[in-house]
């Protein structure tokens, strides 16, 4: 089966469905995380991921991944996310072992090779396009590996996810990453009171952030800018992210800076010399009350 078309050669690799359906510019931005996973350990042995399947779906997907490998900062955000969000699943899984997982707009990753732990349930969702370009490469395996359908940009999107009630019985751990930046800042704040309202408590919610100045400036951004996607969503302040909803606590918020060296640290000082701002670039746990 060959999932790779040639027509946006201008642009970044250009991936199809099985049916032959060109992925809109956001769907093709899986391919930027996919790419640090299969190719960015070699580069950053500091941070790698171990990522077994990514190289291998690459390979199937016959992808040239040196047009994304070439944007190291990138793809160091991308293994330092990965990591961040393995480590608190895991710390989550072991204190809830029968509860279930929900990557939402999952793209192409495949969390559930690190996070089995025997008895938790793992639900990888994202638009129907990328879930069909997915079946094939990642099949689900019911029941604890389960795959579903979702449009997060639907006012129903939680209803149709159609979760078993066992679901909710206990704390739930969600994570959308690499997804809110490309919504209307509306249609985020949508998806996190729709969490709020419906998760037990306990449960976590891991999401990625970029600061507000880079709403809009897509174009400049080394791989995104290959993809014809655009950023909408940043925020000035971490508590912009729990404002939402009162249930809605932050419970660590993380900057990518540090990763980068002297010259990260330098950059964020500058960008936020007193710390009060929302990083350039980060990761933040919300806890659900
Ligand atoms: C940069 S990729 C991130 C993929 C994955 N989370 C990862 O880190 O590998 C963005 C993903 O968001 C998904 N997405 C965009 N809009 C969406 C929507 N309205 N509902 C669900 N997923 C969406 C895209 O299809 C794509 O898979």
New binding site residues.
Partial sequence: MNFAGTESAAYGPCLRTPRNRA??P??Q??L???VA?ALGDALYPGHACDDAQAARLLDRLQVDGNTYLADRATVLN?LW??RLIRAAAQAFFAEHAQAWGL???????HYFQWLDAGHNTWVD???S??MSLRKPLLPAQPPRLRAAT?????AD?WQRLRLPQRALAQPMFV?????LM??QPDEVRQVLQQLAQVLPSGSMLVLDTIARCGVGQAQWHASVGQTQAQFHWGIAQMQELTACHPRLQLRQSHSVAPSHGWMGVAMEAMWNPWGQSAPLYGLAELLVQ
Avoid at 150 to 154: R, T, Y
Avoid at 175 to 179: A, K, N, S
């Fill in positions: 992925l809109t956001v769907q931005t899986l930027i995380p996919l996973r991308v996310r990965t990557n939402l707009g999952c793209g192409l990753s969702a994202d638009l396009e990328v979702v449009d997060l940009q639907s999107w994570l959308c990453e690499g997804v490309y919504f």
